[in-house]
């Protein structure tokens, strides 16, 4: 058998760290996820056993401990452009670094109505994430948001709709609708990224509370235009929403009526809908 | 073999539920989450085959639907009572009805500096809990919060303790203390449910903050302290805290200093304090 | 404020722990996580941020891999009850030592039909459990399954339930049963547990697989009565097995008859049925 | 602002249906979840809010279960080409159908030494997975095994690698080697799927078992390699091996060696290791 190596990659996933931030007695946090992933000439290693050119993943594991301990990350996109520079300045065979990161959210607690200096909860389940390619001659990122669950309880109908013999849904003129957003879009390296990200979350999410809704489509779609509208920098954005369904109880056994009131809230099936809004 | 019936429940497990409330254009939703237990006579099931006496798990959760269309649902606990007042009065043979119920939050979404009048996005993962046991003679219910993350990033210790052979940790005056607090208490089946959570509430989240903590141990018997200073209604509070540990990194194989400033999270294993505090 | 200390008990959770047994070339491997507790006179801690008495958690964890390494780990329950009475015999003040292990399932692989010597696959999601307490004056100890997922497609049915204004579920003479099944027994501390395991197991597998089940409580006990005819040193067994719902799926909408062939899985709601079955 | 839609793609994820095989007293049974993806002119739902061409996600649920029913699902492969052509055939305007199955195992249970007719227990984490695309000229098709955990105790290790100033890692000549494979090959759409992937889960287990691991990149090399020359119709596969470390755990501090016996499995972070092997 004569084999030979395709495309390959290898890394480190779920690397965690949390990085304290002290400005005096005001603290702030982040906490990142990393997966880091290289590409390059690793041949040797898979035909030859030759580990001379692999880096360990545990190497990578260090270094992100160690490049967050001296970088400012001043957002998260910064931090994974400098990870992914570092490990391809490591060596020549290493082509190219991809560096994801996932940011959780830390609120500062309120304690007698005034911000507390060191003390947060969680919220979420949303995170911001970014994803870094750096190459030899230069690097690209992508920012973006994962996991944002939101909901709406009107403004949201389905129908005229195509059928065909399998079609049992009916129309619906005044529905909820859920969604879980993931939402992606490309700045240059030097943007400002987090002004960028609260530009484009604020238009999604005022799109979505104030969009008469005639599909997930037609919002998703709606969203992206006002996101392209809030930010000039980004040329377009995919957005990923799935239709968390809500699906109305029939109360009629009962004898009694839902007039859009009760709902059963089902994690599966759910549809998906993915569309790029470009200018 | 001569078998016989020991103790027995048997009932239905993660019921979903959404209700919408609609006042005029402002809405606002529950969504619960609900568990049902029944106990009494339920031996002929089990020994004869016999299952004329069991009302079928499908009509519990049938039951949820249908007496949350009717219910105002003021708090979790009042929708719990009602449900496990249903079941008891169902028949004689059952002696005993235990409810469950947690609700996630959906907060109101801002658009515009003004709250939205029908758009929620997902906080969390804290959820607000309650659990009911209605008996023919009368009730009993406990409120409580799950899954509440939160962190502190100075103010805790953990020093002098107790050491053995197989003991390795440093003695720490300054670390961080995250944990996710679960919260148990009791008030009478009449209270002010909803009052009496954010009360207690707030102190615990004002404590937890404030504290000077030198152990998790003490943080929670303070935590606990100041929810009976806050609720009057309550006897005893029962909190049980994970130690979610922020590991600080050994960055001296890199010839860095770590000032506390570079942890790493992890899950497991995680330390585990559990105490009931009482007047 | 004058608060006092109830019930407390603190530890560490999800340690876990793998150990290689090398009989020459033949390798055999037991993946545990260990759940410890300890309950006696902690109240300093509490009350006065004293932490004398307090043993680290960060120590038990050690403590697990410490005793790990030279205890023959013969069965989960010799090794747990070797934890709890090492933690007891630490300090008077330690009134009893809660110990909870689960161990995962790692089958040798076949290589050419033969039992290859050091390499493994997991089955599962099933785990053996055991939990054990001890004390100054002694200790007990239950040994159990947890996450044993089974399925039988005809010999299951459930008729002439009870029924109330809210029931709309039918007759049904022919349906799936699949379940999950936790299963708790107790055993002397100087048991062949692993013999016991082994015929309780068996019990309850040939008895599910046999029983002509007229509901999940009638088919609940016989596995529980068929263990206790296995295993004579047992008095009673604890089951809890859910009703893993397959909905039979509507295609008459399709003009399609559905003859028991095509079901739908749900995880959420489940039936929940749980009871001991004792002599 | 003047937006346009890019690459788009819709349909129903996390749909789940499980067909009972009767042949006489004999059962068997598939439980697959099935994600469906549509991609063709979808713009005039997204730009116009002109529903007329999208068919539901509800319908496509509801097509799983009508195909299901008259399908013999020799093959996942085969279920998955036949939901992908119905959906291409159903509107010219829908060109490209992706449907991707995964299939959880459920295993014959032995009673009294026989395998029974209708009783069944879940093996897993595994899966066997495919990913169909059908397009209006023509489909393709790949077929896969997901979640297949497996554990060597020896034959493995990690030696002479690449050092910088961030790394720690030490040569280990003999170590445990763990992971989680994810592999993907491609067949001819008329392909006999089963006896293919048999042939090719054969080989890569036995490859693993007996390989004189170097790194994870040889050992995947030459699982790849076998598995190449195990199925004459396959010209590459791509496999996904996670390191899923077991970290030797340091007992000097207690006075013990660890001869290679007490390992600490973690879960996060791990190493992760993908490539292509081809003729």
Known sequence: MAASLGWNRYGKSRVRVLKVFRDGAKHSVRELTVKIGLEGDFDAAHTKADNTGVLPTDTMKNTVYA??????????????????????????????????????QWERMEVGGVAHDHSFQRVGPETATCAAVVGREGARITSGIDDWMILK????????????????LKDADDRLF??????????????????ARCAIRKALLETFAKHDSLSVQHTLFAMGEAALGACASID?????????HNLLVDLSPFGMPNDNEIFLPIDEPHGMIEATVRR
Chains 1, 2, 3, 4 share one sequence.
Do not use: C
Not at 178 to 194: Q, R
């Open 67 to 104: 490049l967050a301990k001296d970088h400012p990350m001043s957002s998260i996109e910064a931090f994974a452009l400098h990870l992914g520079r570092h490990f391809v300045s490591t060596s020549k065979h290493i082509a190219e670094a991809h560096i994801d990161i996932s940011q959780v």
């Open 153 to 168: 309880t009107t403004q949201s109908g389905f129908s005229d709709f195509m059928r065909d013999k399998f079609t049992t």
């Open 178 to 195: 859920g969604t879980s957003v993931t939402a992606t879009w490309a700045l240059g390296t030097d943007a400002d990224f987090n002004d």
């Open 236 to 244: 377009a954005i995919d957005l990923a929403m799935p239709n968390n």
